[in-house]
């Protein structure tokens, strides 16, 4: 009862404020510095956000809110939620009741459900007066909240790749090994941290390969030219054809060798059941050799400090793309995801005044000053800039952790990831420039009667099966059979012929 009361009391509050606010504007509005304008009485102008995450402080000493609402006469009330699900469960409790906020973050799923209901507010139209944020996040990122032809909401700019597989350089120079530039080679490498002592301990302590579930296989895969990412099959595009992964048909060709990895007994023995970060606390504590993880689990000093405790002369090397009979590809790389979708409630176009600071905010933080500001902080403070520069300074590092959730179109990732981790920008770099399978699962909705947590299962499940021979290969296609018919796998696939006909990623 107390969080009905609770809810019923916002509401009114925003009812009475939304009123208040639709009855006061003004073409004499005074504009802001970033070309917006305080309400019409001159007020600034209140904003509610929500969205996930953590770290954020009270408005008093948040100055980012600070400097947004000083340079556009707004009264920005963001509001972070630390679980997805208790997220969730809130904007559903706000949409069903009419009480929207005025920016949020949506996944896919919502992204489809809100716009069905009409709740979201149509971007189309009004794409002019949003020139700069679609600029700043670019075609692609545009295309990515584009249903039946309409945009309902901002995606984020592009990321760029982390994963690549690494391996234990000083274990390959004890061992007389070179660093693997092929499929088989790895398997050589792998073999031989598990059967030579790597270590020299004088025990069998050690395997080669270990990574989380068959995500530790995605580089595999991709010398075969097949598309995994995260141990997930991708759809692509191969001679002006869709492909999906589980149809190419090089798909028997990299399971038989994985599989022949696998029975080597070099492979980590709990890699299916490895969950969150227990493969890099494996690599940490010195059991495995060669590991697929992102740059991150590996070099940040906490994790250095943690590996040399355990072994003073540690060196993880990077590894690129293995050479196979595929070409040359590190994974799929799926240029359809996005690290957040932003809507607008399609209530606010009865508010012009107040779907324009919106538009404002948006337009600020995609812009030159703005985007610096959410990236870096406030400049002479938390940054300075030596030419086009930015040279942190150590206020950054102790204020700058929440800075991220005011970037609701993003960043420009690579530049952005070399300031704030400047002493891991060679690894930066050579993760996001290895070759890759580009891939749109991101693009693709999901039809009627398709169930992809199912559909999902049993291909790992299966998958698992095959790379493990606890059924053989010859029945790789009525595993498809059944895909198709049980799991209704067909729906899916001619929704992402379909979607990426609509997307122009093919004719």
Known sequence: ?????????????????????????SEEAAKTPAGGAAGGDGKPVKLDIIETGSGLPSPDQDIIKSELDKALKTEINLTVYASMDDYKNQLNVRMASSNYPDLFLVDKQQLKQFSEQGLLLDLTPYKEKLKPTLDFIGEESVKKA???????????????????????????D???????????????????FKEKDPDGNGKADTFGLTGGKLGAFSTLFGAYGVGFEGGAPSVYVKDGKMVHALYDGNIKAALGFIREFVASGSVDPELLANSGLQHRQKAIKGEAGIIYVDWPNMTKEQFVEQMKAVSANVNWVQVGALKGPGGAYASGWDTGKTAGLYAIPRALEKNPEKLQKVFDLLNYVSTKEGSLLVQYGVKGKHYNLEGEKVVPTELMGKEGGYFWL?????????EYLKVKFEKQAPYVEFASKQPRIEAYNGFINYPAGYNAADADRYIEEELAKFIYGKRPLEEYDAFLKTLEGSMNYKAYLAEAEKRLKELSYLK
């Open 1 to 25: 009862m107390e969080q009905k009361r609770k809810l019923a009391a916002v509401l009114a509050v925003m009812l009475t404020a939304g009123s208040v606010l639709a009855g006061c504007g």
């Open 146 to 172: 584009v249903l039946g032809g309409k945009q309902f909401a901002i995606a984020k700019s592009p990321q760029v790749p982390y994963d690549t597989y690494w391996v234990r350089k000083d274990w390959l």
């Open 174 to 192: 004890k061992l007389g090994l070179k660093v693997p530039a092929t499929p088989e080679e790895l398997l050589e490498v792998s073999k031989a």
């Open 406 to 414: 005011y970037q609701f179109t993003g960043r420009p990732e690579l």
